[in-house]
């Protein structure tokens, strides 16, 4: 059985232990190693190493006193004690220092995660906010061009517009939302378009699959949308027509918008600021877990965007 003396050495040197692991950890690599004075870290930790191996010997040969053992012999300071105590210490020291750069690892890892996290979270604001103004300069002009020609409709797009900007200014702040909400925001805008070019313009809006039951980031189909009118509508004075399907299924939103445009349009926008940003802003939300397909067909744009939904 453990006498209480015997009980105490042993707090007694677990202390000293603990104190030269400390001193490793907190002072020794942060002051010296991680300021790159290797020399300087070698030799104090060398100086250490021996200090408390020697305390260590010294608290033995106190102790040998303290609880005297007949048939003991109190030769403490021998070259092989003093050996076996450094080893010790050594292997302290590693076992120290590995634990401090584990740490420092694992808490540097979450800071970057964090600090990542946050500038991500930064970068979509910024793209998310680009859209806004664009869209609000777009629907006063149409405001403006339908109070020029006194047309009872400006009412109706002024209500329209209010619907807009509540739900970009107070509901598109979430992470996700419901793509019922996205959509019924898209049929506004299409309808403040309706409005302004009127029987020119015919808009083929169709949606399948169980779209009550999905979310999506707010504003990321709306850009696709405004473009189309941009690059079809702008310069034709013809009769124009946009095809705007919606699909989901599997747990993607297939979502895909063609309209008419001319060569030059189609240069001009494939390497656009807008599409940029978008394309961006994806990669931000889904990684690699989205395609985003623009190309040519018969002197139309087509555009077809795949986005998992949750």
């Given at each position: 059985?453990?006498?209480?003396?015997?009980y105490m050495?042993?707090c007694?040197?677990?202390a000293?232990?603990?104190?030269f692991?400390?001193?490793?950890?907190y002072v020794?690599?942060?002051?010296?190693?991680?300021?790159k004075?290797?020399?300087y870290?070698?030799?104090?930790?060398l100086?250490?190493?021996?200090?408390?191996s020697?305390?260590?010997?010294?608290?033995?040969?106190?102790?040998?006193?303290?609880?005297?053992?007949?048939?003991?012999?109190?030769?403490?300071?021998?070259?092989?004690?003093?050996t076996i105590?450094a080893?010790?210490?050594?292997?302290?020291?590693?076992l120290s220092?590995?634990?401090k750069f584990?740490k420092?690892s694992?808490?540097?890892?979450?800071?970057q995660?964090?600090?990542?996290k946050?500038?991500?979270?930064?970068?979509?604001?910024?793209l998310k906010?680009?859209i806004?103004?664009?869209?609000?300069?777009n629907t006063l002009?149409n405001?403006?061009?339908?109070?020029?020609k006194?047309?009872?409709?400006?009412?109706?797009?002024?209500?329209k517009?209010?619907?807009?900007?509540s739900?970009?200014?107070?509901?598109?702040?979430?992470?996700w939302?419901?793509l019922?909400?996205?959509?019924?925001?898209?049929h506004?805008?299409l309808?403040?378009?309706?409005?302004r070019?009127?029987r020119?313009?015919?808009?083929?809006?169709?949606?399948?699959?169980?779209i009550?039951e999905?979310?999506?980031p707010?504003?990321?189909l709306?850009?696709?949308?405004?473009?189309?009118f941009?690059?079809?509508?702008?310069?034709?004075?013809?009769?124009i027509?946009?095809?705007?399907?919606l699909?989901v299924?599997n747990?993607?939103l297939?979502?895909?918008?063609?309209?008419p445009?001319?060569e030059?349009?189609?240069?001009?926008e494939?390497?656009?600021?807008?599409?940029?940003n978008?394309?961006?802003?994806?990669d931000l939300?889904?990684g690699?877990?989205?395609t985003?397909d623009?190309?040519e067909q018969?002197?139309?744009?087509?555009?077809?965007?795949?986005?998992?939904?949750?």
């Amino acid at each position: 059985m453990i006498s209480f003396q015997s009980y105490m050495m042993f707090c007694v040197i677990l202390a000293l232990q603990a104190a030269f692991a400390y001193f490793n950890i907190y002072v020794l690599i942060p002051r010296l190693l991680f300021a790159k004075k290797y020399v300087y870290y070698g030799l104090a930790l060398l100086c250490t190493v021996v200090a408390c191996s020697l305390t260590g010997l010294l608290i033995s040969l106190i102790w040998s006193y303290i609880e005297p053992r007949p048939g003991v012999h109190r030769a403490i300071f021998t070259t092989r004690n003093v050996t076996i105590g450094a080893i010790q210490e050594v292997y302290l020291v590693g076992l120290s220092t590995g634990f401090k750069f584990l740490k420092d690892s694992i808490l540097n890892q979450q800071w970057q995660k964090e600090k990542e996290k946050h500038y991500l979270e930064t970068e979509l604001k910024f793209l998310k906010s680009q859209i806004q103004p664009h869209f609000f300069f777009n629907t006063l002009n149409n405001i403006y061009s339908l109070t020029l020609k006194r047309s009872e409709q400006a009412p109706e797009v002024v209500l329209k517009l209010s619907d807009l900007m509540s739900y970009m200014l107070y509901e598109s702040n979430a992470a996700w939302v419901p793509l019922t909400k996205e959509i019924n925001y898209l049929h506004n805008y299409l309808d403040v378009e309706q409005l302004r070019f009127g029987r020119r313009l015919s808009v083929a809006f169709t949606m399948e699959g169980p779209i009550e039951e999905a979310n999506i980031p707010p504003m990321i189909l709306i850009l696709f949308i405004e473009n189309s009118f941009k690059h079809g509508v702008k310069n034709n004075i013809s009769k124009i027509h946009i095809s705007i399907s919606l699909v989901v299924a599997n747990g993607y939103l297939y979502f895909r918008v063609e309209n008419p445009a001319s060569e030059e349009e189609m240069i001009m926008e494939s390497n656009g600021i807008g599409l940029r940003n978008a394309r961006r802003r994806l990669d931000l939300l889904f990684g690699t877990d989205y395609t985003l397909d623009i190309h040519e067909q018969d002197r139309t744009f087509i555009v077809a965007l795949k986005i998992p939904v949750c």
